[in-house]
Each structure stands twice: as structure tokens, then as C-alpha cells.
């Protein structure tokens, strides 16, 4: 028969049900399902049995993560896919289930629920703010949560910044979060001394983690917001990872004047951005985050390496480059003093 053309609903159906899939693989992590398969548990009633969970459950949930590509399927037995073996096995060092207590928070969700709300309004209808409220918890769960999907970006970013570390770096990393953008430095340079912004709560975060590491005694801190504190300095390298998206241009190019005044001669300002085409449709993970940032914040946006170039300019740059991150959405910024 020949193939059926014209137009077709199924657009509208996939999307206005894409909900039902968030819920599947929450309810996939939740349940230690991709761990279980992976450690050799791979029929329904074994799966089962394992997660404690009913058989016909099992059956029907793996089904629809083999159908979403999740899983595999060969007769009665699931496998991972390659991808969901790096990420989704709790075993794994690149595990990134722990960010569905962020990415799927119910502050974020309900601020997604009025979306409607934030169009006409043109920026969020959540209280307070949104996600750039002061001192919002929402940060420490951001912190504890997605720092596996920032290794990469961590690595590329320090690689590139520091590609012969064998000389003293002083890095400021503001918004530091989790603080993997500083300590990627300081794993790979052990004359970097890194001092990481953001939150009190937070920090606490960051500096377990540099406690981790084993880098405790080249890292400090200061709380505070990065608008208002004084950053000390000079320093070699500023980091501002995920940050500069929250704001309009105006509120940008005044925190990139301060930073710019706190770095060394020759010194940097890296910034980790998404970053979309000038036709900002493409490509659609950095071009699609614009919709986030309107139901997140006042006035944020996702802005193209034009405007992220002339931000940096008006606050007195000399120039800027721009590095795509492989394999993931986003790209480095570093702007020049």
C-alpha cells in the first residue's frame, strides 16, 4: 500500500501526553529498576521479585521504556542501552538519576503549571521571584542533584582554560553550586586555589565535595550573593557557570563589570552558557531553554554568542570565544580582560 501523507495529529498527542513519560522514568529510579536489570535481572518476574514490585508492573513499565529507547527487548529478557548503562545505573560514577529531585521539583513543576500565567506576563508567575528568589532552597537540591551532568562541561572547561597546568591558577567560581567547575580545576592543577560563591547552604555542599576530593586546603568560600559581596581578588580565572541565563542583559553586563575589575591583566571571565543560533530555534536543547527561563525567572533568556559577546564587550572586554561542549547542549564563553 502506499504510505499515508498529509497532515497528522500525532504532534499534538506525543506532546500534550509527554508528561506520562517524565512520571515513567521517575517511577523507573525510583523503583532501582535500570540497576536492577543491569545487575543481571532482566525478565519481568525476576524484575519483579528484585524491586518488589507486581510482575504485570514490571512487564508494562519496561515495555514502555524499551518503546521510549531506554531499554532493549529480545524476546522476554531487557537489556540497558548503552546510554542508560552510563547514566541511569546507579552504579555508575556518570549516574544522573539524582537530578530528578531538581529537575522535577515541585517548585518547579508548579511554576510549569502556570505557564499561561508567565506568557502573558512575560516572565514568572511563580512568587518571590522564582528560582533567582534569595537564598532559594530550590539551590541545594540543584547542588546535591545535577552535579554528574556537569562533569563533562567541568572537565572540557578546564582542559581548556588550563590546557599545561604547571603554573599557579587563583579561580573565583561564582554560583558555585555543587563546585565541580572549581574543583575540575583544582584535580587537574595542584597549584589552583579556588574560591567558590554562592549561598551559605550551598556552599556547604561545595565544600564537602572539595573535602571529597581531598582539595580542602586550596579552597575557600565566601556567602553571599554575587551582586553584592566583595569578590577580593585578583584572580587568574572567574568561572560563571549557569548563571548569567537568570538575568536580562542590563543586570548582566553590571555583575560582568565587577568581574571583570576582579580579575588579574590578562586574566578571564569563562562562562558556561546555553547557547542558541542566531535564529534562536536551533539547535533545540540550547534554544529551548529560553521557555525554561520564562517560567523561572523575571527576565532571563538563553542568549546567542552575539549577545553574550556584546554583554561582555560593554563591561569592557577586549573579546570573546565561543566552545561548544561536546555531547551536550551548552557551550564555554571566555571573554578576555
Known amino acids: ?61 519496561c515495555d514502555y521504556l524499551t518503546g521510549l529507547g531506554f531499554l532493549t527487548k529480545h524476546e522476554d ?11 541511569l545505573d546507579r552504579r555508575s560514577p556518570a549516574y544522573v538519576g539524582g537530578t530528578l529531585e531538581f529537575l522535577l521539583s515541585p517548585m ?36 546535591r542533584g545535577m552535579a554528574p551532568m556537569m562533569l563533562p562541561a567541568a572537565e572540557m572547561m578546564a582542559g581548556l582554560v588550563d590546557p599545561q597546568p604547571d603554573q599557579p591558577l587563583r579561580i573565583l567560581d561564582i554560583a558555585a553550586g555543587h563546585g565541580r567547575f572549581g574543583l575540575a580545576f583544582a584535580a587537574r592543577n595542584p597549584q589552583a586555589h579556588i574560591t567558590a560563591l554562592d549561598w551559605p547552604a550551598v556552599l556547604e555542599v561545595a565544600k564537602e565535595n572539595a573535602a571529597h576530593a581531598g582539595v580542602s586546603a586550596r579552597y575557600d568560600t565566601i556567602a553571599g550573593s554575587a551582586f553584592d559581596v566583595d569578590f577580593g581578588g585578583p584572580y587568574d580565572v572567574i568561572l560563571l557557570t549557569n548563571f548569567l541565563h537568570h538575568f536580562d542583559p542590563p543586570t548582566n553586563e553590571t555583575l560582568l563589570r565587577k568581574v571583570r575589575a576582579a580579575l588579574a591583566e590578562g586574566g578571564r571571565a569563562v562562562t558556561l552558557e546555553f547557547v542558541p543560533d542566531d535564529n534562536r530555534i536551533t539547535p533545540p536543547g540550547a534554544a529551548g531553554f529560553s521557555f525554561t527561563m520564562l517560567v523561572s525567572t523575571p527576565a532571563g533568556d538563553a542568549y546567542t554568542f552575539a549577545e553574550l559577546e556584546r554583554m ?22 571566555v571573554s578576555y580582560k
Request: glycine share 6%; proline share 8%.
Open 312 to 333: 561582555c564587550a560593554n563591561a569592557g572586554f577586549a573579546h570573546s570565544e565561543l566552545y561548544p561542549v561536546p555531547r551536550t547542549p551548552q557551550s564555554v564563553v
Open 1 to 61: 500500500m502506499p504510505e499515508q501523507t498529509g497532515p497528522s495529529p500525532m504532534l499534538f498527542f506525543e506532546t500534550v501526553s509527554a508528561y506520562q513519560r517524565s512520571e515513567a522514568i521517575k517511577a523507573a529510579i525510583e523503583l532501582n529498576l535500570f540497576t536492577t536489570v543491569a545487575e543481571g535481572h532482566e525478565t519481568a518476574p525476576a524484575i519483579a521479585r528484585t524491586c518488589a514490585i507486581a510482575e504485570r508492573g514490571a512487564r508494562i513499565l
Open 77 to 87: 529478557q531487557y537489556k540497558l542501552t548503552p546510554d542508560s548503562a552510563v547514566f
Open 108 to 143: 518547579l513543576m508548579a511554576g510549569f503549571s502556570e505557564t499561561t500565567a508567565a506568557v502573558r506576563k512575560g516572565g514568572t508567575a511563580m512568587a518571590q521571584d522564582g528560582t533567582v528568589a534569595p537564598e532559594n532552597p530550590i539551590w541545594v537540591q540543584f547542588a
